[in-house]
C-alpha cells in the first residue's frame, strides 16, 4: 500500500525473479479484501453490520498477508503491437486500470488510466488530420 | 414378484445405480446425470407400449408434475424479488439486536428464524438469504463457525418437513398422495417443532465450551441497525405482502375450493404472483429468468421424474414395495421403524430426492395391495428430512451454506461434521419414529 500511495498508482505488476509476469496487485483487489464478500454484494448489510473497529483489523489482517495471496493471476496483457482501442476495451471489461506490456515473455511496460486519459485527450485534440 | 419384472425393469434399475454413482460421487453434476438417465431410458424403449410412444409415456412422469415444477419457479421469483428489498437480512439483525449478540440466544434465535423461514419460503431462498449474514457475525463479533452453521443446516432440513411448501419434495409427496396443508403441519410440522427443540437443545449442550468461551460485548453490535439493511422500500410496501397473499391463497386453497368452488393450485399461485411483481416492479423478464431460477434445480426434476417414472412404469416399485413389506411381514410398526430410522440414515449419505420420489411410489404400491399406510408419509418426510441435516453433502441447501463459508475459509471437516450430525439424525428419527407409534398405533 505504501508503494501504491507514494507512487500515486493504483496497482502495482508481480514479477519474479526473470522478470515474468507472476500477477496484478491493484487497489480493488486490496481493498476487496479488508471488506468480507457478503458486503461486497450487499451494500445495506455493509451500512447496518458495522461494528467499531472491525475495518481496522481486517486491514490488520491483510498487513502481513502475502502479495500472492491478494494478486490476480488471470489477467490481461498487451503486447506492443496490440491499438488503443483493444487495450480500452481490456480495461472497461475486466475493471483493472493497470495493463502489463509483455514481448517476448518479459515485461516491457504498463498501460493504466493515466495513459487512456491522455490517448483520449489526444484523440479530442483540434485538427486531428493534420499529425 | 420377481415375474413381473422385464428386461426393461433391470435397464430401470441399471440406470438408476449409474445416476446414484455419479450423484455419490459428484464426478458429473446431478443434472446432467438425471437428465441423460431420463434420455437413455426413453430411447431404450423402456416406456414404450402399445398405445403410445417411449416418450409420450415417459413425459406423462413430468406433465404430472407439471405443478410441482411450477411452484419451485415460482417460489423462487417470488423470493427473489422480495429479498431484494432487504427485509430478511433486517429480520435477522434485529434478532441479533434482539439478544444483544450474546451467541447462546444468538444460536436458539437465528435457528428459529431459519425454521420459520424455512417453513414458509422453503430451505434453499432461506439459506441463500441467512447463511451470509451468519458469516458476517462469525467473522465479525469471532464467533465459532461450526456451531452456527451446525443450527442453520439443521433447521433448514427438519423446516423442510414442516409444511407443504417448506421443500419441493415435501410438497411432491403432499400433491402426489393427496394430502391438504393443514394434514402435513398437523403431522410433520408439529413434530418438527418438537424436533427442534431437540436438536436446539442438543446443539447446545454439545457446543456449550465453545459458546461460553466467545464474549460479546455490547458495543459490539451499537451500531447494527436492521433499518440499514432494507435496500427496497417499495418492493418491501408491495412485494412482502403479495408474498404473504400467496402463502396464504396456498394455505387455504382447500378451504377456498370448499367455499366458494374456485380451484387454486400451487403452481397458479406463484406463477401468478411473481409474475405479477416482474410487472409491478418492472423487472426485466431475462434477468430474472436468468438470475432467479436455478434452472438445474428444475431439470434435475425433471430428470428423476422420468428416471424414477421407469421403476414405476416397469413394476420395479412394485416389486420394491412388496419386498418390504414381505421383509416386515406386512406389520406396520416395522415398516414405520424401517423408514423413520432407514430414510433418516440414507438420506445422510445419499440425495434424498430420487430417495423420496422413489419411496413415495413404493407406499402408493404397499396402499393398494391394501395396507393402511398413513403414519408412513410422516416417516417418509420426516426421515428424508432429518437425514438431510446430518453431512455437508446431504442436501442442496447444506452444499450452499459449507461452500459459502470455504469461500470465507472457513472449513468444515466432513467427519467432523458427521460426528457432530449423524447422532441427532438417529436421536431425531427414533423421537420421529415414537411420537408416530404413539399417535397412530398404539
Redesign the interface.
Known amino acids: 500500500m505504501k508503494e501504491l500511495v507514494e507512487h500515486r498508482v493504483n496497482g502495482l505488476v508481480v514479477i519474479n525473479g526473470q522478470k515474468q509476469v507472476k500477477g496484478i496487485v491493484s487497489l480493488q483487489d486490496i481493498a476487496a479484501a479488508t471488506i468480507p464478500r457478503q458486503f461486497r454484494h450487499n451494500i445495506r448489510m455493509a451500512a447496518a453490520m458495522y461494528r467499531p473497529g472491525f475495518f481496522t483489523e481486517m486491514c490488520q489482517q491483510l498487513k502481513d498477508k502475502p502479495v500472492s495471496s491478494v494478486m490476480r493471476r488471470e489477467f490481461v496483457t498487451v503486447s506492443l503491437d496490440d491499438n488503443i482501442m483493444a487495450v480500452t476495451a481490456d480495461f472497461l471489461k475486466n475493471d483493472l486500470y493497470i495493463v502489463p506490456v509483455i514481448e517476448k515473455k518479459q515485461l516491457v511496460g504498463i498501460v493504466t488510466r493515466s495513459e487512456i486519459k491522455k490517448a483520449i485527450v489526444y484523440g479530442m485534440r483540434d485538427n486531428p488530420t493534420e499529425s | 414378484m420377481l415375474a413381473e419384472l422385464t428386461i426393461f425393469s433391470f435397464i430401470s434399475i441399471a440406470v438408476l445405480m449409474v445416476v446414484y454413482f455419479f450423484l455419490i460421487t459428484e464426478k458429473l453434476p446431478k443434472t446432467l446425470v438425471a437428465v441423460l438417465g431420463g434420455v437413455t431410458l426413453i430411447i431404450m424403449q423402456v416406456f414404450r407400449s402399445t398405445d403410445a410412444t417411449s416418450q409420450d409415456n415417459a413425459f406423462h412422469f413430468i406433465s404430472h408434475n407439471l405443478d410441482i415444477l411450477g411452484f419451485v419457479i415460482g417460489m423462487m421469483i417470488l423470493v427473489g424479488i422480495v429479498r431484494e428489498s432487504?427485509v430478511f437480512?433486517?429480520a435477522a439483525?434485529a434478532l441479533v439486536k434482539l439478544v444483544k449478540g450474546q451467541p447462546t440466544y444468538l444460536l436458539v434465535a437465528l435457528g428459529y428464524l431459519t425454521l420459520f423461514m424455512t417453513a414458509f419460503f422453503s430451505n434453499i431462498p432461506t439459506i441463500l438469504i441467512l447463511a451470509?449474514?451468519v458469516?458476517?457475525?462469525i467473522?465479525?463479533?469471532k464467533l465459532p463457525a461450526l456451531p452456527f452453521l451446525f443450527i442453520i443446516v439443521t433447521m433448514a432440513n427438519i423446516g423442510g418437513a414442516m409444511t407443504p411448501i417448506s421443500d419441493p419434495t415435501t410438497y411432491y409427496q403432499a400433491k402426489t398422495v393427496g394430502l391438504s396443508f393443514g394434514e402435513v403441519v398437523q403431522n410433520s410440522g408439529l413434530i418438527v417443532l418438537i424436533l427442534s427443540v431437540i436438536s436446539t437443545a442438543y446443539a447446545l449442550l454439545v457446543f456449550r465450551k465453545d459458546l461460553r468461551a466467545t464474549k460479546v460485548k455490547a458495543?459490539?453490535?451499537?451500531?447494527?441497525?436492521?433499518?440499514?439493511?432494507?435496500?427496497d422500500r417499495y418492493i418491501l410496501k408491495i412485494g412482502l405482502p403479495i408474498a404473504i397473499l400467496s402463502i396464504v391463497l396456498m394455505v387455504l386453497k382447500e378451504q377456498i375450493a370448499h367455499l366458494t368452488g374456485v380451484t387454486l393450485d400451487n403452481a397458479t399461485i406463484t406463477i401468478g404472483a411473481s409474475f405479477a411483481a416482474i410487472l409491478i416492479f418492472h423487472k426485466e423478464p431475462r434477468s430474472i429468468f436468468r438470475n432467479l431460477i436455478d434452472w438445474e434445480i428444475i431439470f434435475f426434476f425433471i430428470g428423476l421424474f422420468v428416471v424414477v417414472g421407469a421403476l414405476e412404469f416397469t413394476s420395479v416399485i412394485t416389486s420394491l414395495a412388496e419386498w418390504l413389506v414381505s421383509l416386515t411381514q406386512g406389520r406396520i410398526e416395522w415398516l414405520l421403524f424401517l423408514i423413520a430410522m432407514g430414510s433418516g440414515a440414507l438420506s445422510t449419505f445419499i440425495d434424498n430426492v430420487p430417495y423420496n420420489i422413489t419411496m413415495v411410489s413404493a407406499i402408493q404400491a404397499m396402499e393398494r395391495s391394501g395396507l393402511w399406510v398413513y403414519p408412513l408419509w410422516w416417516a417418509l418426510n420426516l426421515g428424508t428430512s432429518i437425514g438431510g441435516a446430518g453431512s455437508p453433502i446431504a442436501a442442496a441447501c447444506n452444499v450452499i451454506a459449507f461452500g459459502q463459508a470455504e469461500?470465507?475459509k472457513i472449513h468444515v471437516n466432513f467427519m467432523k461434521y458427521l460426528a457432530v450430525a449423524f447422532p441427532l439424525v438417529m436421536i431425531n428419527s427414533l423421537v420421529t419414529f415414537a411420537v408416530l407409534w404413539l399417535r397412530y398405533l398404539r
Open positions: 432487504g437480512e433486517a439483525i451470509p449474514v458469516l458476517v457475525l467473522r465479525e463479533l458495543k459490539d453490535i451499537a451500531l447494527f441497525d436492521p433499518r440499514k439493511a432494507i435496500q469461500k470465507e
